[in-house]
């Protein structure tokens, strides 16, 4: 079941990349080349690896290429938070910003956890002791 809702929220945020990149353009920091094929291309990849994450066949590689994914967008993460907060452009606050950066490593988490890299805190039935 946690699987299908990362699939999903991943799915989702794939569409809206590749659909609205607008809003992602500003988040992108600077120093990225391509901003646009970034936003395009990170929307594709959330995209494929929630694809990935309800097969089998590719459920692990799925979930170890989103953990670095996750990985790879905190900076843009860190960029909205610091940009948002200091020159006013959104209403979010640290109320928003701050648990969504501490959240990245659950995120990454969850994502192997779903996709049977990792069994750690819940050992599976017949994983040795």
Do not use: S
Not at 103 to 113: E, N
Request: hydrophobic share 60%; proline share 6%; with cysteine.
């Amino acid at each position: 079941m946690l699987r299908w809702l990362l699939a999903a929220i991943y799915l989702a945020a794939g569409v809206l990349h590749v659909a609205a990149p607008r809003a992602f353009l500003t988040i992108v920091p600077g120093w990225v080349p391509f901003p646009h094929e970034v936003v395009f291309l990170t929307g594709v990849c959330e995209i494929a690896g929630a694809i990935g994450l309800i097969t089998a066949r590719w459920r692990w590689i799925a979930a170890v290429m989103l953990a670095l994914y996750a990985v790879c967008v905190f900076p843009a993460n860190i960029k909205h938070a610091i940009d948002g907060l200091a020159h006013g452009r959104n209403t979010l606050g640290w109320a928003y910003h701050g648990p969504r950066l501490l959240f990245q490593p659950v995120i990454m988490w969850w994502t192997l956890f779903a996709g049977g890299v990792i069994d750690w805190p819940f050992r599976r039935k017949g994983a040795a002791a």
